[in-house]
């Protein structure tokens, strides 16, 4: 049980463009959702938590505008990079907390965005 | 704030014990996570423990937390190709976060080989 999948699992765009990467918990219902980033050979970075039916709440030093999360239902978020830049290519993991869920965060398997 | 220490590399034999170490500064944190992290891939959930527990032992996994030293181990008995990984130690703060979640502070992970 525990299942978090994203989608796409890598995507190359050009710079300007915008793009959208799904996350989804498969088997249970995920009341709040989290979003990060990753550097090569670095730590995960919290962009931002996300719970169903609200507006996300953003870490300090993440821009809410370029990064548009939605968390419309139990089961989905979905995170928008708006105008993308190459300083925007990373990969981006999201994770996912919920019922009978509450003291794990359970991560799906990431997306890798190229902005060329 | 909040700082989680793990060292980068850590390399053993095939058949051999692996420990990995992490050193944390909050004092509050309530649950302690071990992360896994093969190439390319997203993070999976090895084990955790809760920040009043010494010890939990799950097959070949090891954890071991001393709290007064701030002080986490994870211990991998008969390592095997397989594991060969990147390792993140996680601590769940007990300061409220910007939306009043305790969230999850991540080390630099330690390359196991």
């Known amino acids: 049980g525990a299942v978090v999948s994203q989608h796409p699992s890598w995507v190359i765009c050009k710079s300007g463009t915008s793009v959208k990467i799904e996350c989804r918990s498969l088997d249970f219902q995920a009341t709040t959702m989290f979003w990060y980033r990753q550097f090569p050979k670095q730590s995960l970075m919290l962009m931002a938590t996300?719970?169903?039916?609200?507006?996300?709440?953003?870490e300090q030093g993440v821009e809410k505008d370029k990064f548009l999360i939605n968390h419309a239902s139990l089961t989905l978020s979905t995170l928008t990079v708006t105008s993308a830049h190459p300083e925007d290519s990373s990969f981006y993991i999201c994770s996912a907390s919920g019922q009978g869920h509450a003291y794990e965060q359970y991560f799906g398997p990431g997306t890798r965005l190229t902005v060329t | 704030g909040e700082d989680v220490e793990q060292s980068l590399f850590l390399s053993v034999r095939e058949g051999d014990s692996s420990v990995i170490n992490c050193t944390y500064t909050d004092s509050s944190s309530t649950y302690l996570y071990w992360y896994k992290q093969e190439p390319g891939a997203g993070l999976q959930l090895l084990t955790y423990?809760?920040?009043?527990?010494d010890m939990k032992q799950d097959q070949r996994l090891t954890v071991l937390l001393n709290k007064k030293d701030k002080h986490l181990s994870l211990r991998i008995a008969d390592t095997q190709t397989g594991d060969s990984a990147i390792y993140f130690c996680a601590e769940r703060s007990g300061q409220m976060g910007n939306t009043g979640f305790q969230k999850l502070v991540f080390g630099t992970g330690t390359r196991l080989l």
């Open positions: 996300s719970n169903e039916g609200s507006k996300a709440t953003y």
């Open positions: 423990i809760f920040s009043n527990m």
